[in-house]
Nanobody, 126 residues
Framework: QVQLVESGGGLVQAEGSLRLSCVAS????????MGWFRQAPGKEREFTAA????????YYADSVKGRFTISRDNAKNTVYLQMNRLKPEDTAVYYC???????????????????WGQGTQVTVSS
């Protein structure tokens, strides 16, 4: 079993930057693919970025491509989301998620993931 805890959210002005962290505990982090999702009020949870356990192909939503970078440090059981050039439309609760590496990985589907953090609020002002 894996527990995930996000941190690093807060209030930032447009064009600013934040770095989110997600720390895993309970089991080793390395056998899990990881994703970041976000959910704004009144909207569905949407895919943001994903990174496989073996540092293969990384995936980004078109809305964040070129601005956000996902990375991981397996020695620290941590995945990061570096967010640059933030926009007001990036305002949302951001969640990290994990799926066992042996499973079929539909990286854009929230319901495909096995474990979720509680989320961290990101608010971008104009």
């Amino acid at each position: 079993q894996v527990q995930l805890v996000e941190s690093g959210g807060g209030l930032v002005q447009a064009e600013g930057s934040l770095r989110l962290s997600c720390v895993a505990s309970g089991r080793t982090f390395s056998p899990y693919h990881m994703g970041w999702f976000r959910q704004a009020p009144g909207k569905e949870r949407e895919f943001t970025a994903a990174i496989p356990w073996n540092f293969g192909i990384i995936y980004y939503a078109d809305s964040v491509k070129g601005r956000f970078t996902i990375s991981r440090d397996n020695a620290k059981n941590t995945v990061y989301l570096q967010m640059n050039r933030l926009k007001p439309e990036d305002t949302a609760v951001y969640y990290c998620a994990a799926i066992r590496a042996g499973s079929t990985w539909n990286y854009r589907r929230a319901d495909n993931y096995d474990y979720w953090g509680q989320g961290t609020q990101v608010t971008v002002s104009s």
